[in-house]
């Protein structure tokens, strides 16, 4: 069962940019970030336990089974987390937006593509990052292996019930056993960031801000 995470630990991330995170992240010794490739299609921020699924081209490829299961038996909040190698075809589409809004998920991390992003923007704003849009099909496709083992997405190991966070620099895999250390780790950053930048600006000089809080 994937982990849950309390409301106040949702928020305080969502407060906290990706990028902070990732470097959070890199402290407590492991990577974080999934490849820039994988980048928002929808906007929005995405802060939510991850349910995994694994997908693969195949030829006895069928329809998507675990997908649509995890929509619509994950809890509230999930971040829908599909790992498919990259592949160029459309792994998610506006149906699949439809139940996850229905069953009022927080968005959806793809390692492949997604199609009917006008449908998606018009009517949901259902927060998205892949590969790519594009209108293929998975049908005839993709063969759908598993839910919620740990899956590699975006040259990141995500094990169901970490915490992914996404923004407009992409997203951020947060372990789970170190989401609490990341946040301690990550807000501390921010802090340091702005008292860093206000510095900058009142010294008219980018290099003594650095010299100071070493960090850039």
């Known amino acids: ?26 402290q407590v010794g492991v990577r974080g970030y999934l490849d820039g490739a994988i980048k928002p299609v929808i906007p929005g921020k995405i802060v939510g ?17 675990h997908a649509l299961q995890a929509i619509d038996e994950a809890a509230p909040g ?56 594009v209108p293929a099909t998975t049908l005839g496709r993709i063969k759908t292996l598993s839910i919620n083992e740990p899956v590699v997405l975006g040259g990141v190991t995500v094990e169901p019930g970490d915490l992914i966070v996404a923004d407009s620099d992409g997203a951020v895999r947060v372990p789970a056993r170190h989401v609490d250390e990341v946040l301690r780790i990550a807000t501390d950053i921010e802090e340091r960031e702005k008292e860093q930048t206000k510095l900058i600006l009142q010294a008219g000089s980018l290099r003594e801000g650095l010299a100071k809080y070493n960090r850039i």
């Open 1 to 26: 069962m994937p982990a849950t995470y309390p409301q106040d630990v949702l928020d305080a991330f969502r407060a906290i940019t990706t990028a902070s995170i990732a470097d959070a992240v890199e």
């Open 49 to 65: 336990p991850a349910v995994t699924v694994r997908e693969v081209p195949a030829e006895d490829a069928g329809a998507p089974t």
């Open 78 to 133: 999930s971040v829908i987390c599909i790992a498919a190698d990259g592949a160029d075809v459309a792994v998610w589409g506006g149906l699949m937006t439809a139940g996850a809004v229905a069953n009022q998920h927080a968005g959806a991390i793809l390692d492949a593509g997604v199609r009917d992003v006008e449908e998606i923007q018009r009517d949901f704003g259902f927060p998205i990052q892949a590969r790519s849009a």
